[in-house]
């Protein structure tokens, strides 16, 4: 006989319901096996850059050899270092220790920096280079900024967006990070809303309204403060506050 409630249970996964978690179900599959490729690449990266630092040394090169050379150096130590720290990012484990903020926000750039170019989206950075370091993990902070960078980048679709991010003091005591972009905006009435379990404004199978709920617990975790308001002619900002003692 069919027990009613597995029957129940049935009933409520939607069409919209499962795909959204067939699709969670891929993501976290190609997660576990990105780790393994991201590994992988890390050996042939430290060959170029090991190969590329030999000829460097060498005498007798011609310039624009060198040139070249050079190039490729510093290319494959960009990938190591975006390699390096996505295996880093994608550990389970805690990652708390002193945390350079702007380097954080380079590293969470770099890695969009192809959803950025897709969208025709250039990418601005007005960085505090005379922060102090914070004490927290490291991985929370990517993916507050992840999240709330991705989701200004989702919000400009079209040519000639722009998306500005700041890193600055607040008071003797405080460090925010202000991300600003001149998209759409958030309707008015959906804006007091923005940060509740479930509310998305995107479309249906876009998102799953968890999002910005997540980073807002996260910040406030971490004794922080995240807002948002829409600014003058288009856009809106997201301010995040972090105190520097955690």
């Not at 960085?127 to 507050?144: G, S």
Request: proline share 4%; hydrophobic share 40%; aromatic share 4%.
């Amino acid at each position: 006989m069919k027990d009613p409630a597995a029957g129940h249970n049935d009933e409520a996964i939607t069409p919209d319901l499962l795909r959204q978690l067939a699709y969670n179900e891929k993501m976290a599959e190609l997660g576990k096996i990105s780790a393994g490729v991201v590994h992988e690449l890390n050996a042939p990266l430290s060959v170029i850059i090991s190969a590329a630092q030999m000829i460097l040394r060498e005498e007798g090169v011609p310039g624009a050899v060198m040139e070249m050379v050079s190039r490729i150096s510093s290319e494959a130590q960009r990938l190591s270092h975006l390699t390096k720290g996505l295996l880093n990012f994608s550990s389970h484990d805690e990652t708390v220790g002193e945390v350079d903020l702007n380097l954080t926000v380079d590293f969470i750039l770099n890695f969009l920096n192809y959803e950025a170019a897709r969208r025709g989206v250039v990418v601005l950075r007005q960085l505090d280079y005379t922060l102090p370091v914070i004490r927290l993990d490291a991985n929370l902070l990517k993916q507050i900024l992840l999240n709330v960078i991705m989701n200004a980048l989702q919000a400009m679709e079209n040519d000639g967006g722009k998306l500005l991010v700041e890193t600055t003091t607040a008071g003797s005591d405080h460090i925010c990070f202000i991300i600003t972009d001149n998209g759409p905006g958030i309707p008015p009435e959906a804006i007091g809303r923005i940060f509740d379990r479930y509310f998305t404004t995107k479309k249906p199978g876009e998102g799953t309204g968890l999002g910005l709920f997540v980073t807002k617990s996260l910040v406030e975790n971490m004794g922080g403060i995240i807002k948002v308001t829409n600014r003058n002619g288009g856009g809106t900002t997201f301010t995040i506050t972090l105190p520097i003692r955690q």
